[in-house]
């Protein structure tokens, strides 16, 4: 989730040699004599890796090695493609149950349905009723484009054979784009992928003609990506050169990146949301539009990461993501939080303690304590351990009760929500849009008590006592879920964002 690199336009090409000595230094000769000399057989990938964890993690927490095998799935999820057949499934019962089918992939155009189960691949694969991991499992069903996959599939308790062709599968960097209030848009990034500029502005421009004049953009959960998206995202809030970011290490000067074109959104109200997940390029653009107090940054403490990865292509197909810079807002903010002398479990496990502080304490236990800065209207602005927002928003400080947690924590109700979808199959089928979600299938006393049952026959716990409170955020969460089934996640969002607290707290602000 935590990253946020210089990919597209840095990375080295396999035959672009990055280290010119050919003397070997110690650590290759020892890993060349346990190759060629040790007692026992070894896997020498293995040990390359312990060699290559152990000596970055005495660097910085986010300088990482890629094995070769895994290269190619993180470089697609940052380039936005990937070769498949465009679906998304969960394990229930050892089974491979299609949750979602991507928009004009080719399982969408052979006519896979949510609810199908993959039974077996090529006649041969047997995926479901055998211990898979989801990874053997996406493994199988992805490959090279343009090549045909045999999916045996089981449908209303009939069996189904198809083949289908592989092809670039684009992977949205945006979640929703939709009017949430008359004249008010709302966006949500969910990360900063090679085609997330690309996608803003279509729908940008798509909201503009409905007639947006002040927008929503959600940062939350965004973990980072592509320096170069989230600047030119930035370019289209800030107006003449002003300077969005600056980039600077020990072995790179210092390189301004500024605004360089009239922007398509310089002048509407901007609210920006963001919380402990909102991470590196996503504080990138939030810093800099707080710094030039273009907006209004609503939720929690950003996470902290002010560093920058550089990929590097190593001879084996492996790779390293090193740190080579670290970025500073326009006021000279480096947001990166604190990581000397700490491990990567106690650098990681800080987010875990902060969430848990804001959850039992109600407060932040790490407020900024480093150097101010002010920005042009004078409001005050920290540098180091992440981006404070202008209006917090603390986590629901509701006291759950065991039985409410253990509802979402065992993932009970996505389970519920999908059974129940593929049992109602054929009536919600005819429901295309949210409004007719909303009309024709109100959830009510009717769905909580087919929970309820639900629950006490497979899960073996009763929630027909939880409070009046918690049952009506259970029905409305259930709402968004299953409106996710049917329009996808823009569809989850513009139910979700009903009750959702940043949210209404960004729409009063708007005055709506």
């Not at 024709?440 to 309820?452: C, K, R, S, Y």
């Amino acid at each position: 989730m935590i990253i946020g690199f210089q990919l597209r336009d840095k990375t080295n090409s396999a035959n672009t040699p990055f280290l010119s000595n050919p003397k070997k230094s110690s650590i290759a000769e020892v890993l060349a004599l346990l190759r060629e000399k040790y007692v026992d057989a070894n896997k020498t990938d293995s040990i390359n890796q312990i060699v290559i964890d152990n000596l970055l993690s005495h660097l910085d927490p986010h300088s990482t090695y890629i094995p070769s095998k895994m290269v190619k799935d993180v470089n697609d999820d940052l380039q936005g493609t990937f070769q498949g057949i465009g679906i998304e499934f969960q394990m229930l019962k050892d089974s491979v149950n299609i949750t979602n089918i991507i928009k004009n992939s080719p399982s969408e155009k052979i006519g896979l349905q949510i609810g199908d189960i993959i039974i077996k691949a090529n006649d041969t694969l047997l995926l479901s009723g055998k211990q898979k991991t989801s990874d053997q499992i996406r493994t199988s069903l992805r490959g090279e484009l343009g090549t045909s996959i045999k999916l045996t599939l089981l449908r209303d308790g009939k069996e189904l054979n198809l083949v289908i062709k592989r092809e670039n599968i684009p992977i949205p960097t945006i979640d929703a784009a939709y009017i949430i209030q008359p004249s008010v848009g709302y966006i949500k990034i969910n990360k900063f992928g090679d085609r997330t500029y690309e996608e803003f502005m279509q729908n940008l421009e798509g909201l503009q003609k409905n007639g947006m004049k002040e927008l929503i953009l959600d940062l939350r959960g965004n973990g980072g990506g592509l320096l170069s998206e989230a600047i030119a995202i930035a370019d289209e809030f800030l107006d003449e050169d002003k300077l969005i970011v600056y980039t600077e290490g020990a072995q790179y000067p210092r390189t301004d990146y500024k605004c360089k074109k009239d922007g398509l959104f310089e002048t509407g109200k901007l609210m920006v949301l963001i919380d402990e997940t909102s991470a590196s390029a996503s504080e990138v653009l939030s810093g800099a539009l707080q710094d030039w107090d273009r907006a209004t940054l609503i939720g929690r403490r950003s996470f902290g990461k002010g560093l920058v990865q550089q990929q590097f292509q190593l001879s084996d197909g492996s790779a390293v993501r090193l740190t080579v810079a670290r970025y500073f807002t326009p006021l000279g903010r480096n947001i990166q939080k604190p990581y000397d002398n700490k491990s990567k479990k106690d650098y990681d496990d800080e987010l875990v303690d902060r969430y848990h502080s804001l959850l039992v304490k109600h407060t932040d236990t790490i407020e900024p304590k480093t150097k101010s800065y002010k920005t042009p209207k004078g409001h005050t602005v920290y540098g180091g351990g992440g981006i404070t927002p202008d209006i917090p928003v603390s986590i629901d400080t509701t006291k759950s009760s065991l039985t409410y947690t253990r509802l979402f924590y065992k993932n009970t109700l996505n389970n519920f929500v999908y059974n129940y979808y593929v049992a109602h199959k054929q009536q919600f089928q005819k429901i295309k849009t949210i409004q007719e979600l909303e009309n024709n299938f109100p959830m009510g006393e009717v769905i909580w008590n087919e929970l309820v049952n639900r629950t006490l026959k497979t899960e073996d716990f009763d929630i027909s006592h939880v409070s009046a409170e918690e049952k009506t955020k259970i029905l409305a969460r259930i709402k968004s879920l299953m409106a996710r089934h049917i329009t996808r996640t823009e569809g989850f969002y513009e139910i979700y964002n009903q009750t959702d607290p940043t949210v209404l707290t960004a729409l009063k602000q708007l005055g709506k």
